[in-house]
């Protein structure tokens, strides 16, 4: 579904990704580990369309994405790709409900539309009694679900989650990682997920290990 090919980028002298190749199969929830500095994140923001390489490809389904550019590029993004942060990078000043809805309004969808698509996440995700909301009211485990339900409103090929973790509780961070699996599982979302967490690691589908800009090995789960 996903093919990175040989991607390269640098900053500057720096070159922080030496010639990347992996492939993501629908369904699958893959990890990225490696220590920092590695270029886990550029690799991620690179899939993501959110920078360019400097050579290389990542194709879609065949579309290759880094010949896009300006607003093709913009609605093959909002529409295809869904992200989840470390910080949730919820909208202060909206709702949880509205936050959820604001990729599927930005897609084009009508307010009616929106809102239920975003109504049927929030119930699945256990948010029901939370939707109207406003982020500083929300706990953290409640936000970082309620990114997820907005990186899924929009029904993506794949959810691109860089430390969605890493700011959590172990409590919520179990239930966070549990919630990824599930919707794999149930639901056939793929995740691709930069992590330094060896549990969840261990969990995912395949693990691939970056190191220096390179992909070093890839372990499958067993």
């Known amino acids: 579904m996903i093919e990175v090919k040989d991607i390269r980028k640098s900053y500057g002298q720096l070159e922080v990704l030496k010639g990347v190749t992996l492939s993501v199969n629908p369904g699958e929830v893959v990890s990225v580990v490696g220590a920092s500095g590695a270029g886990k994140t550029t690799l991620l923001q690179i899939m993501g369309t959110l920078d360019q390489p400097d050579s290389g490809t990542v194709t879609y389904d065949g579309v290759d994405v880094t010949r896009m550019r300006g607003n093709e ?73 309620a990114a997820v339900a907005r990186a899924l409103v929009n029904r993506p090929m794949v959810v691109l989650a860089d430390e969605p973790s890493g700011s959590l509780d172990s409590h919520n961070r179990r239930e966070l990682h549990e919630l990824f699996f599930n919707l794999s599982r149930e639901q056939h979302h793929t995740f691709v997920i930069v992590t330094h967490d060896d549990g969840l690691a261990e969990e995912c589908d395949r693990v691939i290990h970056l190191a220096d800009g390179q992909v070093t090995s890839i372990t499958e789960k067993k």
């Open 73 to 145: 590029l913009a609605h093959f993004r909002n529409t295809h790709i869904g992200f989840v942060f470390q910080a949730h990078q919820l909208l202060p000043e909206f709702s949880l409900i509205e936050n959820v809805m604001m990729p599927a309004l930005i897609g084009g969808q009508s307010t009616a539309e929106a809102r239920r698509r975003a109504q049927e996440l929030i119930e699945y995700l256990g948010l029901t009694g939370r939707a109207g909301h406003r982020p500083s009211e929300l706990s953290g485990g409640e936000k970082q679900r």
